[in-house]
């Protein structure tokens, strides 16, 4: 392989000082690997140039991501997206205002601003809360409790020739006897990179966040923890939409409660996000015929109330979480900007999805083995109070389109959800660990699947939401092996996920519970099967050679219809080498993804929202760092070759006039140099 040729030309100054170290996806847990946690800390969250989150979780086995611009990338885990996942800052949910997503949760967190970052793959525990069918996302800050009575600080700064203008960020941790303080500062400006043909593609945006805790420890009476951030993303420009995004802000505010109490320990969290975003079709690119501009706004709000203790044999832990969102959004169309005078549709017409959950998990040790249980109860009510409003004398209220395409105008939706998990885990010999879970756990539609009323003159460009959506419930099954020995590691894991009532967006051809064929966009529920294979792999060849290697393989089924499902991640894998030399640490990464011909890309016969068959490719990406002193500095050449290609995933496009998705490429070749100061460090 070319990463290991390279590699080896290195040999000539290798020294056996200390071992090589891959970028730090550490497994978490046990002290024998946990085949479905990884968690990404440290410098590999700050060194690298990632648009978004997502971007650089897709280092992580088993996880993808759809990309339509520069930033808002849509993480994928085990084929499955968006409301299938749950991803949790500090705790505390964060909902985009964006029918078209270009604001997922994860955008919203910059990497360089975190301690750790945790991919939960698939159903592991029940108390991250409702749904996370396909694996939850844990991003995490703390405050340094634990850190020597004093201050600390830390900067860094970056720029590159491809997306990548500039970023820089800094850090102040403070201690004192009972308290503690924390600030995070964080600035970027990304403009739009080059595919490997020359070719721009529309993906630049500036970015600016800063965040601030400060906490309390109180004694007996426990700690006390408040925090508050804004982030802003401005001029957001989105190759693979008909919008672009001059706004999209976040603020937010949490407050956590922690004590000990009889025998056991109590957290309360209490927290709300607010998202403003808008979106248009004519501040960053030529003016079209017809101008449209869509303001929305998301706010979410919540808490949870969480007991842990022993009892005999078992560790257990109990809890109550809640969750309120609405989503408001407005699209606005006249000729010209300046004439932005009708409204054009009630995208989201005051949507209200409403959330309260109780669980009770626990584990023990059984035999040689340690077993894991849980139950969920879910309770879930959703509605549209302007469903019945017209967006203007002319338009129909959302609550007629629910008609028309379903047959329903109820706004009003509620329903109760129960989850339950098992799982047993034994080390069947020296550093070798199988594992066994089931599971069943239930999701409730969004608001776009639900409610979203988007009107075009032609019938190919709506896209109607389905009030009358059943819970989608998912039965999942997950067998692994992990092993550990003295100088090399490795994991298999299989999973397979029957899925009834499926939320699927399709094409409108009359189906059961469609009432026209007009191949507008509608959401119905099918019966639907996933089931894939994660395996990998590190060697420590030497003192100062390490190789890791990793696959990644999920397949998607429709039972109802007998199609493939859209939107499943290829065959993919990784091969990585590091090695620790006198002149610093390299590392030579080469990923791939094998072609996919498993495709629903045809709004005649299916929803279309696969944008063809994608080739595969090969990229090679190298690196090398070195610390001097207090300083720490990175230098990347990414896509060596310059190579042209596309992931498979893409994005849907909320575009009445070309509703049709559009694959957007990958970078090309670039250069990206990172630059870190710890004082004391």
Request: glycine content about 12%; overall charge negative; hydrophobic content about 40%.
């Amino acid at each position: 392989m070319l990463s290991i040729a390279i590699a080896a030309a290195l040999a000539s100054t290798a020294t056996a000082a200390s071992p090589a170290t891959l970028p730090q996806v550490e497994v978490i847990g046990r002290a024998t690997p946990d085949a479905a946690t990884e968690t990404v800390r440290g410098q590999d969250l700050r060194e690298s140039a990632p648009g978004d989150l997502a971007e650089l979780l897709r280092a992580v086995n088993g996880v993808s991501a759809g990309r339509m611009g520069g930033h808002g990338l849509e993480p994928v885990i085990r084929g499955q997206s968006q409301g299938q996942l749950n991803v949790r800052t500090d705790g505390g949910l964060v909902v985009g205002a964006c029918p078209n997503r270009m604001d997922p949760p994860s955008a919203f967190t910059v990497a360089a601003a975190v301690d750790r970052v945790t991919v939960v793959k698939g159903v592991q525990s029940l108390a991250y809360g409702a749904g996370g069918t396909g694996g939850t996302i844990l991003v995490e800050r703390g405050l340094p409790w634990t850190a020597d009575a004093g201050g600390s600080v830390r900067a860094g700064a970056g720029a590159g020739d491809n997306g990548l203008d500039w970023r820089a960020d800094s850090q102040l941790l403070w201690r004192g006897e009972r308290a503690a303080l924390r600030l995070d500062a964080n600035a970027a400006e990304y403009g739009d990179y080059v595919d490997g043909d020359g070719e721009a593609v529309r993906s630049g945006f500036r970015r600016r966040s800063l965040h601030a805790m400060a906490g309390h420890d109180f004694g007996d009476a426990g700690v006390l923890e408040i925090g508050v951030e804004r982030a802003e993303t401005l001029d957001g420009r989105f190759a693979g939409a008909g919008m672009d995004a001059p706004l999209d802000r976040m603020t937010g505010a949490r407050l956590a409660w922690q004590r000990d109490l009889a025998g056991g320990e109590l957290s309360v969290r209490a927290w709300r996000n607010e998202v403003d975003h808008v979106m248009d079709n004519f501040s960053l690119r030529p003016q079209p015929a017809m101008a449209m501009r869509t303001p929305a706004e998301s706010d979410t709000q919540g808490g949870d109330l969480r007991f842990e203790t022993t009892a005999g044999a078992w560790s257990l832990s109990a809890g109550l979480d809640l969750s309120a969102n609405r989503r408001q959004a407005t699209r606005f169309a006249g000729p010209g900007p300046a004439m932005l005078t009708m409204v054009n549709a009630f995208l989201w017409p005051d949507a209200r999805l409403d959330q309260a959950g109780l669980y009770g998990e626990g584990s023990r040790p059984l035999g040689e083995g340690t077993l894991t249980a849980g139950l969920r109860v879910d309770r879930f009510r959703a509605e549209a109070r302007r469903a019945d409003v017209r967006p203007s004398p002319m338009a129909m209220a959302p609550s007629a389109f629910y008609a028309m395409y379903y047959g329903s105008t109820e706004g009003r939706w509620d329903d109760t959800g129960v989850s339950g998990l098992l799982r047993f885990e034994r080390e069947v010999s020296d550093g070798l660990t199988a594992f066994a879970g089931i599971s069943r756990t239930v999701r409730a539609a969004d608001a776009t699947e639900r409610y979203l009323a988007a009107p075009a003159a032609i019938p190919s460009g709506r896209w109607i939401g389905n009030p009358g959506l059943a819970l989608e419930k998912h039965s999942q099954l997950d067998l692994g092996l992990a092993w550990e020995g003295e100088r090399a590691t490795a994991s298999a894991v299989a999973f397979v996920d029957r899925v009834g009532d499926y939320i699927l967006r399709d094409r409108a051809r009359g189906q059961d519970g469609v009432l026209l064929a007009d191949g507008a966009s509608v959401y119905r529920n099918v019966d639907a099967s996933l089931h894939g294979l994660e395996l990998e792999a590190r060697w420590q060849l030497t003192e100062s050679l390490a190789l890791e290697t990793e696959l990644a393989w999920v397949r998607g089924q429709n039972r109802s219809d007998d199609r493939p499902l859209a939107q499943m991640p290829p065959l993919n894998g990784a091969l990585a080498l590091a090695w620790e030399t006198r002149t610093g640490e390299w590392t030579a990464r080469l990923r791939g993804a094998a072609r996919q011909d498993r495709v629903d890309d045809s709004v005649l016969t299916g929803s279309g929202l696969d944008a063809r068959r994608t080739p595969g490719f090969g990229v090679l990406d190298l690196g090398w760092s070195k610390s001097f002193g207090a300083h720490r500095l990175r230098l990347d050449l990414k896509n060596v070759s310059d190579r042209t290609y596309a992931e498979h995933l893409n994005r849907a496009n909320l575009d009445p006039f070309n509703p049709d998705p559009v694959q957007v490429n990958e970078p090309g070749r670039g250069v990206f140099l990172a630059w870190e100061w710890t004082p004391g460090g």
